[in-house]
């Protein structure tokens, strides 16, 4: 009730301000842009795994959209802080695991705004689905799991640090993991120190998984990573966020 | 608190014939303007310094994204017409460059905006200080800050062993050239700040910085790239910064490459600051 009531305020939020949705939106949309622009001849470097760059590119732009709608979620959080809301909402009485799972629901939610964005506009350059429609909701399940760990991980740290400012920790630390993963080339292309940390890198099985519908037909050997690591991901984020919110109503 | 000299020195002096005591007095007013930018850009420096958290993501995100993309791109290299590299590293060092100094471009026109909000604009407004200053006095910090994450990311790029073909006088031109950018969305910055008065708008001019350094030749050839795209890098000033800048690492020296790499954002910049004087005129005789 408490979690449903956060999560609708969040959306309700968005549909009032709709310039919140923008920098959400924006950005995905530039990186597909300009990464299936900049990099379109990767493709003819053998071994990329596809001929059409929008197919490897577009999930990689809707899970850099999803983690903005993540950090877009914690960020509500660090507003409510500044602003003493917060507080209020700490006084009421009950668990307080609802007010995070809340926060968590609408950060999930948020990032079907920027997938869909992506697919739409990578539709326009002729992205492919040989997957058939499961294609999609891999990206869709990928893209709400990766905003619902990058906004448990926001929330540890805005209950920690308490200030908006604290957020670009979670931006850079989101851009870095994005980065150092196979987002934007199949992980035999790397070499050095990139291969092993983007083999490790969690987000890699992710991207696999989200990014298997576009490239060929689904697996289950691509796909049970892929949950795996997102489950991780969400379990982890969760421990220290509830850890940390614990701490603040103490 | 910035104590600022106003106090003209040849006032004070004695009687002298008409054209003399005109010439003294521009000269004078020229080194007071000089001065008191002198101070603010001091004012300006220390303020950055004291936040310099704000400076290093500006710092490391280009460095990162550089060492990724050198790994990634091993085979990439090998394409035909992309240009003949020891390593992407090479490559992408003007790119990491402008992208570095891009971070805090607006910070010119952020701090401006930030004296705006909270009064202190107007106490500068109030005391002798002459105009040009109060702009150029937060140009000045952005472009020391610039120089030496310019510095800075030469020596760590030369680290890991890039060659610059041109020598260190392409060294210089490259940071001469990321400087006058700096000054060009510095200025740009300002002229938002004194429109708007809001830090919030000015910081929304980030995102367009960002996206017309990827939509350039800055991370990939554009002789590589294809249909609109290709023409929108083509048509970027970006595209015609980096390109030159580009062929003196790579190549070497050639005069027609430094006259392009500094006259494209010495232009812009001519622009944007005078922009940003006719706004404030604007603004300080509206008000």
């Not at chain 1, 092993?196 to 696999?208: E, I």
Request: proline share 5%.
């Amino acid at each position: 009730m408490v979690a449903s009531a956060i999560c609708g305020r969040g959306m309700r939020r968005i549909m009032a301000r709709p310039t919140l949705i923008m920098p959400v939106l924006l950005m995905p949309l530039i990186f597909v842009l300009s990464f299936t622009g900049a990099f379109g001849s990767l493709t003819r470097v053998e071994g990329y795994g596809t001929d059409n760059v929008f197919n490897w590119m577009a999930v990689y732009a809707a899970m850099q959209g999803a983690v903005f709608a993540g950090v877009g979620g914690a960020s509500t959080t660090a507003e409510d802080i500044e602003n003493g809301f917060f507080d209020r909402l700490l006084l009421t009485p009950g668990s307080r695991v609802p007010i995070l799972v809340g926060t968590m629901a609408y950060s999930a939610l948020r990032s079907t705004i920027p997938t869909t964005g992506v697919l739409l506009v990578s539709a326009l350059g002729g992205l492919g689905l040989p997957g058939g429609l499961l294609a999609l909701v891999t990206v869709y399940v990928a893209t709400a799991g990766m905003a619902a760990a990058f906004c448990l991980l926001g929330l540890a740290v805005v209950y920690r640090f308490r200030t908006m400012r604290s957020m670009i920790l979670i931006q850079v630390c989101g851009f870095s993991l994005m980065f150092l993963s196979t987002g934007q080339v199949p992980i035999h292309f790397m070499n050095g120190w990139l291969h092993t940390v983007a083999r490790v890198n969690p987000v890699t099985n992710v991207l696999r998984f989200a990014r298997q519908g576009f490239l060929g037909d689904l697996t289950w050997s691509m796909t049970w990573p892929g949950l795996v690591a997102l489950g991780a991901m969400v379990a982890v984020a969760g421990v220290l966020a509830v850890h940390q919110l614990r701490r603040l109503a103490a | 608190m910035t104590c600022l000299p106003t106090q003209p020195a040849a006032a004070s002096r004695g009687p002298k014939s008409e054209s003399t005591t005109v010439n003294a007095g521009a000269a004078t007013g020229l080194r007071l303007a000089g001065v008191q930018t002198l101070a603010l850009t001091r004012r300006s420096v220390v303020s950055e310094w004291r936040q310099l958290g704000n400076v290093i993501p500006g710092i490391v995100f280009p460095l990162l994204l550089a060492a990724v993309y050198t790994h990634q791109f091993t085979r990439v290299i090998l394409l035909p017409g992309f240009p003949v590299v020891d390593s992407f590293l090479d490559f992408v060092l003007p790119a990491s460059l402008v992208q570095s100094v891009s971070f805090g471009a607006t910070e010119a026109g952020t701090e401006l905006a930030r004296d705006i909000e909270n009064g202190f604009f107007d106490r500068l407004r109030a005391s002798p200080c002459m105009r040009l200053p109060l702009l150029l006095g937060r140009l000045g910090g952005a472009v020391v800050v610039a120089t030496a994450k310019g510095v800075l990311i030469i020596a760590i790029f030369l680290l890991f062993g890039t060659k610059i073909a041109g020598g260190l006088a392409a060294a210089v031109v490259l940071v001469a050239a990321a400087v006058l950018l700096v000054i060009a969305i510095g200025g740009l910055g300002q002229v938002l700040a004194i429109l708007t008065g809001s830090q919030e708008a000015v910081n929304a001019t980030f995102p367009l910085v960002f996206t017309s350094i990827f939509m350039s030749s800055a991370f990939f050839p554009t002789n590589l790239m294809s249909g609109w795209f290709r023409e929108v890098a083509e048509a970027n000033p970006v595209t015609w910064i980096i390109d030159p800048v580009r062929r003196l690492i790579l190549e070497g020296w050639s005069w027609s490459d430094v006259g392009q790499a500094l006259a494209v954002p010495l232009v812009i910049s001519v622009v944007t600051v005078a922009m940003a004087v006719i706004a404030l005129n604007r603004k300080l005789s509206s008000s």
